[in-house]
């Protein structure tokens, strides 16, 4: 066997692939027919599902153009058979053999004690270990396609790969067998309710519970740093924290968060609230809410969270305090909207309004949009906008659900095991109950926002966008600028916010936190964990730059509190909310912010 395109079995295969590809397009529209008829799905659903099934044909398709790589991997696997099979014999035997195949450190599917201690199990859980990393090995080997990427082809067979686990089926699981018949199989029928409570709370998108709802309400146990909304509008409350200290500094602090999850990620619990935590150190604090928006709302662009947002914020955070200047905090896609901002100020001769800014996580370079860019592309954004034509928004839920499956064992598989086999509540856990509390997102904004950033990385082009009828270019920004991004970030790798750093012209410090996109930035100095790196340049590479970079012990919450404090201004009377041009409309956090997509959407 071989890969020469002249055998016989290669050119049948080029001509059944030549067919498949040549209808490919009328099954697709067929099939994208038949759901939209006969199913209760949308577009975005359809052209999600038909990428999917897309990059399973060219993986297949490319497989059998090449049968000795195939071979090759095949041979590989039957040898790990049959050492497992030999090893398991041994075990019978009353011998402990080395294993076969382990599970990868931090895989916490086959942590229970009989996955090792029982034979059966055993061989189960090596078999499929074997034989998962063969296919993701296999799979890895394949180059892009004319229609699906290297990145697609690797995601979607690690869901297919991690879907067939034996942890996630009731016969092959051993804990959820021991559970069903000490409860007679009342497990089951509680899972069962557990499924029909998910799914009436979520029509067509099954969102699993991932934590005790009740055990949790916005302004009592999170969301609970003292303050009051002083400004509002369709788009936005901005609220204003009540001071702790008697003095602080001059120049005030705006916090941009992101609208694709709610802000109080950054105010979960006193212990870890970084918003707090700012006010402890003497600034006045100003965060914006974001609406979570309905179909009435779907003609607000990404030009309106600029307008309606970034600067009705600003606008308003000068009548709070009397001063014109301030220092800007950006998180995520909120530190795009900053970086957009700043561009749009520069252009306009308006810089100094902004002292510094610091970016949280945030892509400015779409080059490599992380995880997330295996939804991105010109057909699955097709079906995205035709949804969003249909309803006015993008619904948060299915937003939440393509970044679960980022990390599907830990964010759907590990709670659909719990929830529906184990028959189990979910335990409360109020990041879990952030992340569950989505937000839309308007059809206007979030299109613009995946083409021209996400799909044509337009942001990066001098002149390339253009807002309020301006043309912005990132590399006339002079602020001076602290950028923030986190080791382990599956949404917002640190070499592509490295890009965004680097096309500052102003003076830029980059540093690089321990852990991930929400750990890495929610780690308050009490804890002592994760560490962070520091270096002075920003050589092309960043490669370099962490080669040369320093690292250091516990929290960045310190290290960024020493660089703002050249923009702080002098220490004046503490303002109290609500005392200069601002009147109070209601405590913190507001009406906002409590708002859930049932409530804006109607069901």
């Not at 699981?173 to 499924?195: A, D, I, Q, W, Y």
């Not at 309803?391 to 948060?396: K, P, R």
């Not at 979030?446 to 021209?452: I, V």
């Amino acid at each position: 066997m071989s890969d020469d395109k002249g055998s016989v079995a290669g050119r049948a295969l080029r001509r059944v692939f030549h067919a498949v590809n040549t209808s490919s397009e009328n099954y697709r529209n067929s099939l994208q027919d038949f759901l939209n008829k006969n199913w209760d799905v949308n577009d975005a659903q359809v052209s999600a599902l038909m990428d999917m099934l897309g990059s399973y044909r060219d993986i297949a398709e490319q497989l059998a153009l090449h049968p000795v790589r195939l071979a090759g991997k095949e041979f590989e696997l039957a040898k790990g058979h049959v050492s497992l099979l030999g090893g398991s014999l041994k075990r019978l035997l009353g011998k402990k053999p080395d294993p076969v195949a382990m599970p990868e450190d931090g895989d916490r599917r086959f942590s229970d004690p009989e996955w090792n201690d029982n034979v059966l199990f055993d061989y189960l859980k090596q078999a499929y270990l074997l034989n998962s990393k063969a296919v993701l090995d296999l799979v890895d080997t394949l180059e892009d396609s004319g229609n699906h990427t290297h990145d697609q082809f690797m995601f979607y067979t690690r869901q297919l790969v991690n879907a067939l686990a034996p942890t996630n089926f009731f016969l092959t699981n051993p804990e959820v067998l021991r559970k069903t018949l000490s409860s007679g199989g009342g497990n089951l029928l509680e899972g069962m309710k557990n499924f029909w409570e998910d799914y009436k709370k979520n029509p067509n998108l099954l969102n699993i519970s991932m934590t005790d709802f009740s055990a949790f309400e916005v302004g009592r146990n999170v969301a609970t740093t003292p303050g009051k909304v002083v400004y509002q509008n369709d788009l936005m409350q901005l609220i204003q924290y009540t001071p702790t200290t008697e003095q602080v500094y001059k120049t005030p602090l705006l916090i941009i968060p992101p609208w694709i999850n709610k802000y109080y990620i950054l105010d979960l619990k006193e212990k870890n609230s970084l918003i707090k935590w700012i006010v402890d150190q003497g600034h006045t604090v100003f965060v914006v809410s974001w609406v979570n928006p309905g179909p009435a709302l779907r003609d607000k662009t990404f030009e309106s969270y600029m307008v309606e947002g970034a600067l009705a914020a600003m606008d308003a955070v000068e009548k709070a305090t009397g001063e014109k200047e301030m220092n800007a905090i950006g998180y995520c896609v909120g530190g795009t909207l900053l970086g957009c901002t700043l561009a749009y100020l520069a252009a306009k001769k308006q810089t100094r309004r902004i002292k510094s800014a610091t970016y949280l996580t945030t892509l400015l370079d779409f080059t490599d949009p992380g995880g997330i860019g295996v939804f991105i592309n010109k057909h699955a954004i097709s079906g995205i906008e035709k949804q969003l034509d249909k309803a006015g928004y993008y619904d948060g839920r299915a937003m939440a659900f393509s970044f679960n499956m980022l990390r599907e064992n830990d964010l759907f598989w590990s709670f659909f095991v719990n929830n529906y086999l184990k028959g189990e509540k979910p335990a409360a856990f109020d990041l879990l109950y952030w992340n569950s509390d989505s937000t839309n997102l308007p059809a206007a904004m979030h299109s613009y926002y995946l083409r021209n950033m996400y799909l044509e990385n337009k942001l990066m082009e001098p002149g390339g966008i253009s807002l309020m009828n301006t043309p912005i270019d990132l590399r006339k920004i002079k602020t001076p600028a602290f950028f923030l991004s986190t080791i382990q970030d599956h949404i917002a790798k640190w070499k592509s916010t490295y890009g965004g750093a680097r096309a500052h012209s102003g003076p830029t410090q980059f540093v690089l936190s321990g852990s991930g996109h929400i750990a890495g930035v929610v780690n308050p100095p009490s804890a002592e964990k994760y560490g962070f790196w520091t270096g002075d340049q920003l050589p092309d590479d960043p490669d370099d730059w962490f080669a040369m970079a320093e690292k250091h012990k516990g929290s960045w919450w310190p290290h960024w509190s020493e660089w703002i404090q050249p923009f702080t201004g002098e220490k004046v009377a503490a303002r109290v909310p609500g005392d200069r041009e601002l009147g109070v409309i209601e405590d913190a956090p507001g009406t906002y912010v409590k708002q859930r997509i049932a409530d804006v959407i109607g069901h």
